[in-house]
Structures are given as structure tokens and as C-alpha cells.
Nanobody
């Protein structure tokens, strides 16, 4: 059974950093693109970043390029999102999501993932 569990959210001051973790189980890790979506009150869901475990290709939303870094550890079935220089607009619930057989990385933000985690809250104080 597929399971995705996020951790690492919390409250951080603007300009600070957080590292989110996604623990994946129940499927062949390397067959999937694993990524992070976020949603804040009043905002649409946004695809933040994803990584294809098979070759390490990555995608970043323009709003987080240069500040966030996604990485994976296939041996541990873990995906990480290092978030630096956090801004108030980064506050949201962050969801880990797994997408099987992604054909074009640039289209990942508009795909419907096959599985979702429960979400972890990221709050920013000014």
C-alpha cells in the first residue's frame, strides 16, 4: 500500500530556513516523480518542486528558484525539500505527492498525482 508521510514543518521567521522530509513506502520508488505542492488560504494549489528518482531531474516553480532545493535518497525512500530565505508568501500546507510515469517534467505542476501525503504546515513570522 502506498504511503507518503511528510515532516519538518513549523514556524520560522522570514529569512529563515526549514527542511521538509517525505518518507515514501509501498511502491517502487524509482518509477515515480516525487514532489511538493503547497496550498495557502486564498491561494490556488501550487506545484513547488519535484524530482525524478530515476535520473535526478528536477523542476522548480519560478517563485522558489534559487531558494529551495529538492533532493532524494532512493536507498531510504526519502525526498527532501530544503527551503532557504523563506518569505511570508511561502506560508502554506506543504503536501508530498507521487506521480507515476511522468512523461514531461515541465508539465508536472498540472498533473494529478497518484498519491498524496497528509501535509505539513509551514508558518512564517515577520
Amino acid at each position: 500500500e502506498v504511503q507518503l508521510v511528510e515532516s519538518g514543518g513549523g514556524l520560522v521567521q522570514a529569512g529563515g530556513s526549514l527542511r521538509l522530509s517525505c518518507a515514501a513506502s509501498g511502491f517502487s520508488f524509482d518509477d515515480y516523480a516525487i514532489g511538493w505542492f503547497r496550498q495557502a488560504p486564498g491561494n490556488e494549489r501550487e506545484g513547488v518542486s519535484c524530482i525524478t528518482s530515476s535520473d535526478g531531474s528536477t523542476y522548480y516553480a519560478a517563485s522558489v528558484k534559487g531558494r529551495f532545493t529538492i533532493s532524494s535518497d532512493s536507498a531510504k525512500n526519502m525526498v527532501y525539500l530544503q527551503m532557504n530565505s523563506l518569505k511570508p508568501e511561502d506560508a502554506a500546507v506543504y503536501y508530498c505527492a507521487a506521480t507515476r510515469g511522468l512523461l514531461l517534467l515541465e508539465l508536472w505542476p498540472i498533473t494529478t498525482p497518484d498519491d498524496w501525503g497528509q501535509g505539513t504546515q509551514v508558518s512564517i513570522s515577520s
